[in-house]
């Protein structure tokens, strides 16, 4: 791919000013600032005092500029806010020198200090002039030297306008890997999808994973995790989502296919590929992201993830629709799925709503129905392992150093004969010697 041109450059740099100066100069200094190399706020200072801050940033960045996302990793970012953050002091200090060098003038007792030989003489023909003049194509009429700096290199320039230029610089990285700059190939057929909502209450999220092909495993299970957690005020249930998880969240829910940021014709992240950018760009992921519960942070938080996906998969069969694709599978569904088992493996334990059965309460119609996942979740690991072994259960190789949930699903797909019924589930938990299920579902929550 080739490089960016000196106007694209300064595209990204004044972008990356603006965030430079709205989400970090403005934050106080801390009471206890750690040292950093450099004199000032340089992007180590920030890094160390304000880590959270900075990450925030640079994902806002690379949001708004998706070429400082190629090749993976944040540097490019990160070397843009460096570049940036220099040119802010650079011109703080010459600032501040200006007016140190009108007050030496303006009083008579210091102005003799100030040496004539020291001043640099500007002259109109000097090589480096004439090097930007041939960096831009200079023409043979003089510019006005009335006019601010860079002023005539905006009138000489007929290659595309900003806003053009910011599209074609920001463009998601397509299956041919070039940046798309001819206007004919850019959004040329407009699909409205502002239609397309999905509402992140309980009865909505299961109405549309009940009607969602294929389906998604773990979904009904999550929901009424979810639902039984609100329900019942379980602690953490209701606590504050990290900033990368809104941020997150953010890009999900404000990504538009017919913005410059998306062709209509990349295939890889629009149409069938619409939902890749939104959960891989900056090279995060759906688990890296969110990593913990304490990462999600709230049933509210998680279900407005839910809807968000969901609403993704929707857009991307309008759009091959509308556009005439025909898709075998759509990458928003893989994301979907993903997602569901995450949240699922990452759900606080007593968000689940299966606790052992009370042997006077039971009923023997219930005894004899088969174990399902929610069920076989409340098991711990041995306890699985030691059921497949004494039913005889085969398991695929190389499954030792395996997790719950790959357990659960050999015990499903096992032979009907061999799966485990609700007694044998209660039978289990009531096995267990006291103290022991408390310690285990803390354990398998720190495993996630």
């Not at 996302?69 to 990160?78: E, L, M, P, V």
Request: charged letters at 25%; glycine letters at 4%; aromatic letters at 8%.
């Amino acid at each position: 791919m080739e490089g960016i041109s000196q106007v694209q450059w300064d595209v990204i740099r004044t972008n990356g000013a603006a965030i430079v100066r709205e989400d970090l100069m403005t934050l106080p200094d801390p009471p206890n600032p750690l040292p950093a190399r450099g004199k000032g706020r340089t992007a180590e200072w920030f890094i160390k005092n304000y880590p959270k801050e900075w990450a925030a940033a640079i994902g806002k960045f690379e949001f708004k500029e998706p070429i400082l996302t190629y090749c993976g990793g944040s540097w490019k970012a990160q070397a843009a806010f460096r570049v940036v953050l220099r040119t802010l002091k650079n011109s703080d200090e010459a600032a501040s020198g200006s007016e140190s060098d009108l007050e030496d003038d303006s009083n008579p007792s210091t102005a003799k200090l100030v040496s004539p030989k020291k001043r640099r003489r500007r002259s109109s023909g000097s090589s480096r002039k004439k090097l930007k003049d041939s960096r831009v194509g200079h023409s043979d009429a003089s510019p006005d030297t009335n006019q601010p700096p860079g002023q005539h290199l905006e009138l000489q320039i007929h290659v595309a306008t900003h806003a053009e230029l910011h599209s074609q610089i920001s463009a998601p990285l397509n299956s041919s890997a070039r940046l798309v700059s001819e206007s004919h190939t850019r959004n040329v057929l407009t699909v409205d999808t502002s239609f397309i909502q999905i509402d992140h209450s309980f009865e909505t999220l299961k109405d549309e994973f009940s009607q969602f092909s294929p389906s998604i495993p773990y979904a009904n299970e999550l929901l009424a995790a979810l639902e039984y957690s609100t329900s019942n005020l379980i602690k953490g249930f209701s606590e504050t989502p990290s900033s990368d998880a809104l941020a997150f969240l953010e890009g999900i829910e404000d990504a538009d296919p017919n913005s410059d940021f998306f062709n209509a014709d990349d295939d890889d992240n629009n149409n069938g590929g619409w939902g890749h950018y939104q959960f891989t760009s900056g090279g995060r992921t759906i688990k890296s992201t969110l990593s913990t519960w304490a990462v999600v942070g709230s049933v509210h938080f998680a279900s407005k993830l839910l809807a968000a996906t969901l609403r993704t998969c929707k857009v991307a069969r309008h759009l091959c629709e509308i556009r005439n694709r025909s898709i075998s599978s759509y990458t928003s569904d893989a994301y979907l799925a993903i997602l569901v088992e995450h949240l699922w493996e990452i759900i606080p334990t007593p968000f689940k709503p299966i606790s052992p059965v009370d042997p006077a309460a039971r009923n023997s119609e219930d005894d004899d129905t088969l174990a399902e996942t929610s069920h076989l979740q409340k098991l711990q690991l041995p306890e699985m392992k030691n059921w497949l072994s004494t039913h005889s259960i085969e398991t695929p190789v190389g499954w030792r150093k395996r997790s719950r949930e790959d357990f659960v699903k050999i015990i499903l797909n096992a032979d009907a004969s061999k799966r485990p019924k609700l007694s044998d589930i209660a039978s289990v938990l009531e096995a267990r010697p006291a103290g022991k299920t408390k310690k285990g579902a803390a354990r398998a929550q720190a495993s996630t």
